[in-house]
């Protein structure tokens, strides 16, 4: 079993839809958990920080974190067709190891 | 720009060869972070670096070795290059103080196609 699952979709919505983008992880020492948004042939770039359970409100995109069922989310609300991209899920242990684990990615399509 | 600099952006080579990758990070950022994104395995952690020192290390193959030096650049040289190394390879530098609020800051990466 991979430590991140992530459904790689592809995912089509029409705009103004709500996305739902989710992970499952397997290694319950995992306590900082992140959202990437990756545009075609670029880099990664952050989009949401959490730690431990909960949720984080940015805008359009909320996170969400449950730790009891080793499961987060991803919400964008009122999608636009800029958000077309793929979007990765990471998470890493405590302390000073700021290695990231990244799920495989999730590829959506936001139709005008 | 995200300020994390890579060179090349791409690179052709052949089977057997050895190339080196590049990597400036973010000014002020201490730390290198060396990733590989492959379409079956996804991204991947090669290596980390910090103030020059080696810091942790992930699935990095014996043909692949890292450096930083003291200008806070790092190498990633790949050596008896494979087919299958063929996949782009990111850079990403982070200061400790941000990883709470910014976590890593990614390079464009470097597509390497081996022939």
């Known amino acids: 079993q991979k430590e991140v699952e992530q459904d790689p979709g592809p995912l089509s919505v029409p705009e103004g839809a709500i996305v739902s983008l989710n992970c499952t992880y397997s290694n319950s020492a995992f306590q900082y958990f992140m959202w990437y948004r990756q545009y075609s042939r670029k880099g990664p770039e952050l989009l949401m920080y959490?730690?431990?359970?909960g949720n984080k409100e940015d805008g359009r995109f909320t996170a969400q974190v449950d730790k009891s069922s080793k499961y987060i989310s991803l919400f964008i609300r009122d999608s636009q067709p800029s958000d077309s991209a793929t979007y990765l899920c990471a998470m890493r242990g405590g302390g000073s190891n700021y290695k990231l684990t990244f799920g495989k990615g999730t590829l959506l399509t936001v139709n005008p | 720009d995200s300020g994390v600099t890579q060179t090349p952006k791409h690179l052709i080579t052949a089977t057997g060869q050895r190339v080196t990758l590049r990597c400036s990070p973010r000014s002020g950022d201490l730390s290198v972070y060396w990733y590989q994104q492959s379409l079956d395995q996804g991204l991947q952690f090669l290596i980390q670096y910090y103030n020059g020192e080696e810091r942790a290390k992930g699935n990095i193959l014996e043909r692949f070795s890292a450096q930083q030096f003291p200008d806070l650049h790092s190498e990633l040289n790949l050596s008896s290059l494979e087919l299958g190394d063929s996949a782009l390879y990111f850079c990403?530098?982070?200061?400790?103080?941000?990883?709470?609020?910014?976590?890593?800051?990614f390079g464009s990466g470097t597509r390497l196609t081996v022939v």
């Open positions: 990403a530098s982070s200061a400790s103080a941000d990883m709470r609020t910014r976590g890593y800051t």
């Open positions: 959490t730690y431990s359970s």
